[in-house]
């Protein structure tokens, strides 16, 4: 949250003051009328590194440096700028709230009285009894090691989906039961899901000393109401397929392929095989592929079988669909090798023959990953699985 996220605010920022820029030199009537309806003005856009007190003035200095180099790499990815420009009114900016943050909610300005969009990074994370790293005449401050870096460290199994589904009764909960209340919470989804023949390890949490607090704070009546008559939809029934552009290949849980009835064919990269009725039995092949933490070579491995199986069915213009446990991230990285390898840059099918002419670089591998992401708006690909498929598009294995 130090550093992270304000580069990528102040990318944007930069990537959107472009475009407006190009807009005001190609049309300029037009963008004066466009501003002054939206309050944009590209003059007055911040385009500023703003980083927390902690970094060192060396070290802002140095993300300034690289800040051009960013910007140029994102507008050449292909990402969809013009609709950031169309919904973004100021420019971002980031703030820092923590446990030991003051806010007299009498003296917070409206929000239409802000020049900025502000992003609020939280850290839950208590800051006793952790190490001072600086202090100064003007500042000190706490270092929260792992805030919040890799969720399976953390959140004790507990879903995004889980977590608000059930909100109000884990707040209510208080810091004495809540570990308790998320395992429980937890145990009842896991065997909801093992009876329905779906994945569902066993999830074991650290153990952790629960820390007394008389003093919980009062949930706002509102809040209560609001988490208590909240009903948040499957994950299933929330994300569905998702078809890139007019490739026909489509993204989607294992759950859900399961159920898919508009797929002439299925690439399954789950663990578990899947019952699903198809036309033949050629038009379904299970790769059991396992992520990059568990083995570094189980994608790279299996790659040249996908691109085969997509290069059969496709040629005969059937619809893919491709999917994993939770369709983020292996699934993601199995569309992207066969993006690459059998189309062009148009994103048409053209059996690899401009995989053949051209030798795929980073660049090339990040724009096509955009473009999936434009379709598929939950994908989430490791960077530990990516190398693995831009080690597979460099080693000649492509068929």
């Not at 005969?316 to 990285?333: A, T, Y």
């Not at 690899?352 to 999936?372: A, D, H, N, P, Q």
Request: charged share 20%.
């Amino acid at each position: 949250m130090s550093k992270t996220i304000p580069i990528w605010t102040c990318v944007l920022n930069r990537s959107v003051s472009n475009y407006l820029n190009k807009l005001r030199v190609g049309d300029a009537g037009s963008l004066v009328e466009r501003e002054l309806d939206s309050g944009q003005n590209s003059a007055d856009w911040d385009c500023s590194l703003h980083l927390p007190l902690w970094v060192s003035e060396i070290e802002k200095a140095a993300i300034e440096d690289r800040l051009e180099g960013w910007t140029k790499d994102l507008d050449e990815s292909g990402a969809d700028i013009a609709a950031l420009a169309s919904c973004l009114k100021k420019p971002l900016r980031p703030l820092w709230i923590s446990q030991r943050t003051v806010i007299w909610i009498n003296e917070v300005p409206d929000y239409d009285s802000w020049d900025f969009t502000p992003i609020m990074l939280v850290s839950a994370s208590s800051t006793s009894g952790v190490a001072q790293h600086r202090t100064t005449s003007e500042f000190s401050w706490n270092y929260i090691p792992g805030a919040g870096d890799d969720e399976e460290s953390w959140a004790r199994g507990l879903s995004p989906y889980l977590f608000w589904n059930h909100a109000y009764d884990l707040i209510s909960s208080g810091p004495d039961l809540c570990n308790q209340k998320v395992a429980d919470i937890v145990e009842k989804d896991r065997v909801y899901r093992a009876q329905r023949g779906q994945n569902a390890p066993q999830v074991t949490a650290k153990p952790s000393v629960s820390r007394s607090s008389p003093h919980l704070p009062c949930l706002n009546p509102q809040l209560c109401s609001d988490l208590s008559n909240m009903n948040i939809s499957s994950s299933e029934e929330e994300c569905g397929i998702f078809w890139i552009g007019s490739t026909n290949l489509g993204l989607a849980t294992s759950q859900v392929a399961e159920h898919a009835s508009n797929v002439d064919c299925v690439l399954n990269c789950d663990q578990r095989s899947i019952s699903i009725c198809l036309p033949e039995a050629e038009a379904y092949l299970h790769l059991p592929i396992v992520n990059s933490k568990f083995d570094r070579f189980s994608l790279f491995n299996n790659l040249p079988s996908a691109v085969s199986f997509a290069k059969l069915n496709l040629a005969k213009g059937r619809k893919l669909l491709i999917c994993c446990h939770d369709g983020e991230d292996i699934s993601v990285c199995v569309c992207l090798a066969i993006l690459i390898s059998l189309f062009d840059y148009e994103g048409s099918f053209d059996d690899g023959k401009s995989f053949s002419e051209t030798c795929v670089t980073k660049t090339e591998m990040r724009r096509r990953l955009v473009y999936i992401c434009k379709y598929a708006i939950k994908a989430r690909p490791s960077r530990g699985n990516l190398k693995q498929v831009f080690g597979f598009l460099n080693s000649g294995k492509v068929a």
